[in-house]
């Protein structure tokens, strides 16, 4: 039998519960406990353990065992110098305590009781002359974790009665209705909300409230969908030029936290052969890729140990996956000819953010993709103006592209910007810029 190890040094980690969670199938809490584990190559045993006044394993005793889990070993792409503990995946009634350490994390299930204490709060709260705005909480708990929606809209018309109308509280009204069915009265709320958020200057709401009237107004289109891809092919890509010659494009690439990069793009498509050059800080990093080969450089450097490798990811498959995002990116909407591309017959008209397009439905051979994607064209000229992707479109994931102005290089038209934001909450996530040839 192999030992229980502490993990880290000296005295014992404990972990500490301020409420009942539960563990491996078994009730634990609230309090504080020890924590250790026994390592092994494929799995590892989580263990908690009642007596917090360990010197490492010193003096431990199986029978003070409160919990042992078994959990499997999993590889990172990168080596975690050094060792930490974190909370992963912290969800409305669960969270994932994660050991990592060189290659290597274990997860820790931790399942915790909030749907009880949260109802039992709701209770005690609207029991003793609540506010407005905790009628709209309650409200939107309820609404966000799939409880009685008719109970949740009697919650929110009562804030709307004691606070008066207001474009957010609006907007979480408008969903309730429509969730319930109640499409005439949800509209007729979200419009309210879109005028009050207007009069607010509050863009992000105007928004949001746009796309949500999109989502439940959309019509079928007098097109069919063969021809709008053809049309806007047509337009982006007059002379059918995609995937015959040399492409040296240049992008620049800024993200949220003030970071950019310097991105210069080579593509041979008939040599099969794709080079990127990534400016980032004070490193140049260069991919390759020809055929079935590939080569990388940090800072005209080509002798790389395998841990700089690892840390700046300049192997195979990171190569390959840039490759497939600048071609397919940028390439759009010549790339929805792939092979294992599955276009919807139905063309849709919608608002997407504030403009009248058509709407393109798009799925994938599972050999190629699992993501639902939607594309949007201009209905007059047929230019691609933005595009969505869903992992799981009912758990509205994934994220929405817009798309501003036009380059004309190598003899086809393509979007200059591309800025992209999350769907649940609509936070940008970057921006990239077709800058020019370099």
């Known amino acids: 039998l192999h030992d229980a190890l502490p993990i880290g040094a000296n005295q014992v980690t ?84 994660a050991v990592e350490w060189d290659y290597t994390r274990v997860r820790l299930p931790i399942q915790l009781n909030t749907a009880t204490s949260a109802e039992e709060k709701i209770t005690e709260i609207l029991s003793d002359h609540p506010s407005g705005n905790d009628y709209y909480q309650a409200a939107r708990y309820y609404l966000e974790n799939g409880k009685d929606l008719n109970q949740a809209l009697k919650w929110i018309k009562k804030k709307v009665e004691l606070d008066g109308e207001q474009f957010g509280i609006l907007r979480y009204k408008g969903i309730i209705e429509d969730q319930l069915g109640y499409k005439a009265a949800a509209l007729k709320t979200m419009e309210r909300s879109l005028v009050l958020a207007k009069q607010a200057g509050n863009d992000h709401y105007v928004r949001m409230n746009q796309q949500s009237l999109s989502d439940w107004t959309k019509v079928a289109a007098n097109i069919s969908a063969k021809t709008l891809l053809e049309q806007s092919i047509t337009y982006h890509d007059p002379d059918s030029l995609w995937g015959t010659q040399t492409l040296d494009w240049r992008f620049y690439e800024s993200r949220p936290n003030n970071s950019f990069r310097s991105t210069k793009m080579n593509w041979n498509p008939l040599e099969d052969q794709f080079a990127l050059t990534q400016q980032v800080g004070r490193n140049e990093l260069h991919r390759g890729i020809q055929s079935d080969s590939c080569w990388s450089m940090l800072n005209g450097k080509s002798d790389l140990s395998e841990a700089t490798i690892q840390e700046f990811r300049l192997d195979c498959d990171r190569a390959t996956m840039y490759r497939n995002y600048y071609t397919y990116l940028w390439g759009l909407p010549m790339k929805l000819q792939d092979p294992g591309t599955i276009i919807d017959p139905v063309v849709n008209q919608r608002n997407f953010f504030g403009e009248d397009l058509l709407e393109l439905k798009v799925t994938y051979d599972p050999a190629v993709g699992a993501d639902i994607w939607y594309f949007y064209f201009d209905p007059q000229t047929y230019a691609m103006k933005g595009y969505r992707f869903y992992h799981d479109e009912a758990a509205n994931d994934g994220e929405y592209i817009l798309l501003e102005g036009e380059v004309q290089t190598d003899g086809l038209r393509i979007p200059a910007k591309r800025t992209w934001y999350t769907h649940k909450d609509h936070r940008i996530l970057g921006t990239d810029e077709l800058v020019k040839n370099p």
């Open 14 to 97: 404990k972990i500490h519960f301020d409420r009942p969670v539960n563990i491996g199938g078994k009730s634990l809490g609230p309090g504080s406990f020890a924590l250790l584990t026994i390592p092994g190559p494929e799995e590892w045993t989580w263990i908690i353990n009642q007596d917090t006044s360990l010197w490492g394993a010193r003096g431990y005793k199986q029978a003070l065992d409160l919990v042992r889990v078994e959990a499997p070993v999993e590889k990172l792409t990168e080596s975690i110098q050094t060792m930490e503990l974190r909370m992963m995946n912290i969800g409305y009634d669960q969270l994932e305590l």
